[in-house]
């Protein structure tokens, strides 16, 4: 089992910045490769961006191009997501996912989901 905490989230003005956090532990050896996903009011989860754990190759969404970064410090267990220029669409739940065997950027190829941050941004 994996066990992720995510962190960072709140409240932003547009044109504004945070950094996510998503700290896991447990059989972290194990870990393929970490996600962002989010999830806005009344649709689907979709990924944000995704790192490949051990050669830190990345997938990233057309959406976030040049305003998100996804980072992760395998020393600590820790993935980040660094997100620039926030504009009132990036309003969601921001999850953090880990898989084990595989990644891309549908969620079925997650196994592990932290509870989520809340990412709210006025306009």
């Known amino acids: 089992q994996v066990q992720l905490v995510e962190s960072g989230g709140g409240l932003v003005q547009a044109g504004g910045s945070l950094r996510l956090s998503c700290a896991a532990s447990g059989r972290t050896f194990s870990t393929y490769a970490m996600g962002w996903f989010r999830q806005a009011p009344g649709k689907e989860r979709e990924l944000v961006a995704a790192i490949h754990w051990r050669t830190g190759s990345m997938i990233d969404s057309d959406s976030v191009k040049g305003r998100f970064t996804i980072s992760r410090d395998k020393t600590k267990n820790t993935m980040y997501l660094q997100i620039n220029n926030l504009k009132p669409e990036d309003t969601g739940i921001y999850y953090c996912?880990?898989?084990?065997?595989?990644?891309?950027?549908?969620?079925?190829?997650?196994?592990?989901w932290g509870q989520g941050t809340q990412v709210t941004v006025s306009s």
């Open positions: 996912a880990a898989a084990g065997t595989t990644w891309g950027t549908v969620s079925s190829a997650y196994d592990y």
